[in-house]
């Protein structure tokens, strides 16, 4: 059996060795709570104090869990694992739909990165947003939701839930929190729904002011913090859910799709239900190879942020001094820059992603061609957190599922370009190649 070192951060679930005749006489090794609060905790010193879990034959790597299903020594044991009297708090595995062991341990991750109680991880970001979406409001329920989000959220606030599930959206200005008040609808309205940095515009949501808004009238909050994992931590300025697509900043390689639901241990546990879980029961069930290799990569997460964020200050100064209309929350310009300034953790900059309007998305395409196939500076493609700098206009990719009135309302121009700014090369290199390409248009 593969064995760990557990130290001491709240994790998904407690550690306790496998003893199928009396669960609770097993080697127990139960994680306590750190003496630190959440909030005086650096994300990178949370992750360093879960517990480490070593190979099969006692490698530092641990070993991947790919079994689909799992045996028992004795047939009472299913069960009671059925029954919910066992399971991977005290080392009990069923099946992988369930919980499998190299996922789980990559979900205490994410929950000690999060500084949540729980977390879960998922096939891809979009099933950890809709299955908390689902897992939250019922037929008929409401959700109240920024104008600015990711294409693929706005889609599924828009159409699908209204569609198949008769749960209706009101979109407003997250910036504008009497209009976010006025939405809420109380006895009804059941989630507040954000991203931490919003996508494409880089608009900074005031998590502190908005979650005790929510929860004064009953209303769960749920933050996207894909853009800004170990820069915010929603969770400890007043959030009740993180979600995040992995995809981005935390694979950092631009190979894996996956996500992640970070909450209480009542909401996972709840999300996990034989009977009504949405996670159960809709099954996107993130593969154990896909979590050990995401897990082999969070260690270094606090790391490649910093180098994202310097270079994207760096750029965004750089290009503002060109005259260029750029947008970056680090920039004292930035409309959101003094409440950004109050909600960053310290020494992990304001991320790794700027916005450049161009004005028409003829210029912007103009731009990125040079950027890309004259000087090299970096790829046109979709996502971000990738180790090379990836650039899109939003408007027609990633941002394509608004029409041109939500467009107008998100702050979305026809010209806007999103950065994710990569940290290979030198940074005189990289931004040599971006000052010739901005020299030849």
Avoid at 128 to 142: D, E, K, M, N, T
Avoid at 399 to 416: F, M, R, T, V
Wanted: hydrophobic content about 40%; overall charge negative; aromatic content about 8%.
């Amino acid at each position: 059996m593969a064995h760990f070192l557990e130290t001491t951060h709240p994790l998904v679930f407690s550690g306790k060795k496998r003893n199928d005749r009396d669960d609770d006489d097993g080697d127990t090794m139960v994680a306590k709570k750190s003496a630190l609060a959440v909030s005086e905790v650096d994300p990178a010193a949370a992750l360093a104090s879960i517990r480490h879990e070593f190979g099969e034959h006692g490698g530092v790597n641990m070993s991947i869990e790919a079994s689909a299903t799992f045996t028992v020594m004795e047939p009472d044991t299913m069960r009671r694992m059925f029954a919910g009297e066992l399971g991977p708090d005290n080392d009990f595995f069923v099946y992988s739909r369930h919980f499998n062991p190299t996922v789980l341990n990559l979900s205490r991750q994410m929950a000690a990165l999060e500084g949540t109680q729980a977390a879960y991880c998922t096939s891809s970001g979009m099933s950890a947003i809709s299955s908390v979406i689902l897992q939250l409001c019922s037929s008929g329920g409401h959700v109240v939701a920024s104008s600015t989000l990711y294409g693929g959220t706005h889609a599924l606030l828009t159409h699908f839930l209204p569609r198949t599930s008769n749960i209706t959206t009101s979109f407003v200005d997250i910036t504008d929190h009497g209009a976010v008040a006025d939405a809420i609808v109380e006895g009804r309205t059941q989630v507040l729904y954000f991203e931490s940095v919003a996508n494409p515009t880089l608009t900074m949501a005031d998590i502190p002011e908005l979650s005790r808004m929510a929860h004064e009238k009953g209303v769960t909050v749920v933050v996207d913090n894909t853009f800004a994992p170990m820069v915010l931590s929603p969770a400890k300025l007043g959030a009740d859910v993180v979600v995040h697509s992995i995809s981005k900043f935390i694979s950092g390689g631009a190979d894996i799709i996956a996500g992640a639901v970070c909450g209480s241990e009542k909401l996972v546990k709840g999300m996990m239900d034989l009977r009504g879980g949405s996670l159960m029961l809709l099954g996107p069930t993130m593969n154990a190879k896909v979590a050990f290799e995401l897990s082999e990569r969070i260690p270094h997460l606090g790391l490649r942020m910093k180098e994202h964020s310097r270079r994207a200050h760096v750029y965004a100064e750089r290009m503002r001094e060109l005259g260029m209309k750029v947008i970056y929350p680090g920039l004292e310009a930035h409309p959101q820059h003094k409440l950004a300034k109050g909600m960053v953790n310290r020494d992990y900059g304001y991320g790794g992603l700027l916005s450049l309007d161009m004005g028409t998305e003829e210029k912007a395409n103009k731009l990125m061609t040079y950027l890309q196939n004259a000087t090299q500076f970096g790829f046109m493609a979709v996502s971000l957190g990738y180790y090379e700098t990836l650039m899109s206009c939003s408007g027609s990719s990633t941002s394509s599922e608004l029409d041109p009135s939500q467009k107008a309302a998100a702050g979305i121009s026809p010209g806007l370009v999103r950065m994710s700014v990569g940290y290979v090369g030198t940074l005189e290199q990289k931004w040599s190649q971006f000052e010739k390409a901005f020299l030849r248009m």
